[in-house]
Each structure stands twice: as C-alpha cells, then as structure tokens.
C-alpha cells in the first residue's frame, strides 16, 4: 500500500510561480518501484495528465501544454515528489493530484488508467 500526500497549492496571479510536493510513504513504496505523475482536473473537465517521471532511467515526460513551464523531479531521499510551476495561466487552475504507477510502459505514464495509487489532491488557482 502507498500513501500520497500533496501541498503547495494556493492561488497566485498569472506569470506567477508554485511549486507543489507529494510525499509519499508506505512499506511498498521506493523510488524505484513506481513511476510518478502529475494529473490535473479543471472544474468540467476530463483529467488531463501533466508530468511523469519514468522509474527506470528518470525520464521526464510532459502535456504539450505546460511544456517549457513545468518541471517533475523527485527526491528520493526524502520520498518526496515535485512539480516546479512556472509562468502560470488561468487555464493552468485545476486540482492538482500526484499518482504512483507499475507501468513497465513509459508511454502510458500520461494515462491516468496506468496508476495505481493517487493522492487527495491539491488546488491550484491562477487569476488573470
């Protein structure tokens, strides 16, 4: 069992910055057994998967749309995943949710369907 924790959402003004944490913890949980994922879902929307981190070689995968803005990284010391928001939209406000993955298939991690575990989430808010 894994346990996904995020913070760090809050509301900020266009071409403003945040950076969000997930703490994950539990006695099956290792950097090295899940890969990691940002998703996203704006009020009436679909989820939209925004970052991933691949647990076997720590390739970074991106949504065209936060591409150049967005950072993934992890702290594995630390169990403790990031997501480095820059140069923020409006259309960036959404829940913000952290997720952990088996997935052997690094073109899935953008798929919600692949994870295995999700944290409560945590709102982000951008105003124009």
């Known amino acids: 069992q894994v346990q996904l924790v995020e913070s760090g959402g809050g509301s900020v003004q266009a071409g403003g910055s945040l950076r969000l944490s997930c703490a994950a913890s539990g006695h099956t949980y290792s950097s090295s057994s899940y890969s990691m994922g940002w998703f996203r879902q704006a009020q009436g929307k679909e989820r939209e998967g925004v970052a991933a981190?691949?647990?076997?070689?720590?390739?970074?995968y991106y949504a065209d749309s936060v591409k150049g803005r967005f950072t993934i990284s992890q702290d594995n010391a630390k169990n403790t995943l990031y997501l480095q928001m820059n140069s923020l939209k409006p259309e960036d406000t959404a829940m913000y949710y952290c997720?952990?993955?088996?997935?052997?298939?690094?073109?899935?991690?953008?798929?919600?369907?692949?994870?295995?575990?999700w944290g409560q989430g945590t709102q982000v808010t951008v105003s124009s």
């Open positions: 981190i691949y647990r076997f070689n720590g390739r970074t």
């Open positions: 997720a952990a993955s088996k997935t052997t298939g690094w073109y899935l991690l953008l798929h919600g369907t692949e994870y295995n575990y």
